[in-house]
């Protein structure tokens, strides 16, 4: 009921309903949200994820934002520095969990991880101007929406999600192609003509295989959730079944093996340095494009981008 009610005050206003209460407040009182008229409100973007905060207790409207606005123009008010306290906590938060995901991997295994920058990678000049015609696009929703014009907001919002779903199938043929160019450079164990033959790797158990397929196959969904250590589990034990069949076989050389070599060459996970989620260099593009229009990562890009632009000013 709460997300439905959410989703009625985001196309046609909290104050939808005729209510005089939104009317006869000010910018000011105390359960306005401070962190919305600032330009961004947490409670808003995780919205059915994992780091879904629940809806924000506090009042949100845009005749309010105006008005502050107004004012800070005037320097009567400034609540910007509340904005970035509470979303660098947010992103501090986020980087600590990416580095308890490379400090679960010996060092060779970090090198690995980190060394494809997603937001280095998919920062394309067409890529920076489509996220400038999104910034607009919401601009123009919310002006819309202050000037009550339900119809022009609802269309703001469709040209929006088209935009955002262009930019993650460009971002996606980008970090495709890298992860392509970064499978090249990955160790290859095999060295000789005599190595060549098939290796136990691939077990010949179908009820083994398809234990060690649900096992990424979650790995990767909670990695997605931002659940690095129970995606870091789930990995590891896959990796204890993967290494079942390669005791029995006594054709394979072992010592030509490391357990960086292992990880590296059979998970080939990254990091995704924005939001924290794995990311596998044998993903799709269209499961790369799910990644970089979803939820979880487009909240964690636009307070990146946010705190940037606040560090900037104050």
Partial sequence: MDALRKQLDVLMGANRNGDTEEVSRKYYDRDVCRLF?????????????????????????????????????????????????????????????????????????????????????????????????????????????????????????????????????????????????????LPQPLTNAQQLTPVPAAISDPHIQEMINEKLKKAEELGEQGMVDEAQKALEEAEALKKLPARQEPVLDSSKYTAADVRITDQKLRVCDICGAFLSVYDSDRRLADHFGGKLHLGYMLIREKLADLQVLL
């Fill in 37 to 185: 008229l600032a330009g961004l409100c947490p409670h808003e973007l995780f919205q059915l994820t994992k780091m879904d905060k629940g809806p924000c207790p506090k009042i949100h409207s845009l005749q309010l934002r105006k008005e502050y606005q107004e004012a800070k123009a005037k320097d009567v008010d400034n609540y910007d520095k509340d904005l970035e306290d509470n979303i660098d906590r947010l992103i501090v938060e986020c980087d600590r969990k990416i580095s308890r995901a490379l400090k679960r991997l010996d060092e060779e295994d970090a090198k690995a991880a980190i060394a494809i920058s997603v937001s280095e990678v998919t920062q394309a000049p067409e890529i920076i101007e489509i996220s400038k015609q999104i910034k607009e696009k919401m601009k123009e929703a919310d002006q819309s929406d202050l000037e009550g014009n339900t119809d022009m907001k609802i269309r703001a919002l469709e040209e929006l999600d088209e935009l955002r779903a262009t930019r993650a199938d460009k971002q996606a043929t980008l970090l495709l192609d890298a992860f392509n160019r970064d499978r090249a450079s």
